[in-house]
């Protein structure tokens, strides 16, 4: 009598384990997207972006993060001297690094968001201009940013952007 016991006690228990194995084990099939998710959320195309200009913004994250004082070292070379102000004639040099990011300009680059930021275009005339394209490298981007009565303006140089100019 005892052996028939056993035998149905065992029995419960493989088919329990065996219908908790098959609940667990469940073939998953991932299947790709067949449209960008943007346009199934939105139903519009995510807007272009260069990977030129995300350098340039990683870039200017970059530079805004570090110009809280601390960082004096990094943030010289962010900046290409001798720095050329206003008019292009009168320049800031390494020493002159302090005036540059002084406490107030720290705080109006905080301030920037995407409307201040503006891409360059490559024919733009006048002779300011065509000073910004020989101070960058050829052929690549130049952004200007704008902050408050500011404008700074930032290109590759050896292949990294910089700030290359400001103008008041």
């Known amino acids: ?16 384990c065996a219908s908790r194995q098959q609940q667990d084990h469940t073939d998953t099939v991932a299947v790709a997207p067949t449209e960008d998710s943007a346009l199934q959320t939105t139903g519009a195309n995510p807007p272009a972006v260069s990977t030129e200009e995300q ?8 530079l ?15 900046v290409n001297f001798p720095l050329p102000v206003d008019t292009m004639t009168k320049k800031y040099t390494r ?22 930021i ?4 490559d024919n733009l ?6 000073r910004l394209r020989q101070i960058s490298d050829s052929g690549t981007a130049i952004y200007s940013v704008k902050v408050e009565d500011t404008t700074l303006f930032f290109g ?3 292949g990294q952007y910089k700030m290359i100019a400001l103008k008041r």
């Open 64 to 78: 805004r993060e570090l110009s809280d004082g601390v960082h004096d070292t990094t943030l010289r070379g962010m």
């Open 95 to 116: 020493k002159d690094y302090r005036r540059l990011f002084s406490e107030k300009m720290q705080q109006k680059l905080h301030l920037v968001n995407d409307e201040n």
């Open 1 to 16: 009598m005892k052996q028939p016991i056993f035998y149905i006690a065992c029995a419960a228990l493989l088919t329990a």
């Open 156 to 158: 590759k140089v050896q």
């Open 125 to 130: 005339p006048g002779e300011y201009h065509q």
């Open 55 to 62: 350098e340039f913004r990683t870039y200017f994250t970059s």
């Open 118 to 121: 503006t891409r360059i275009e």
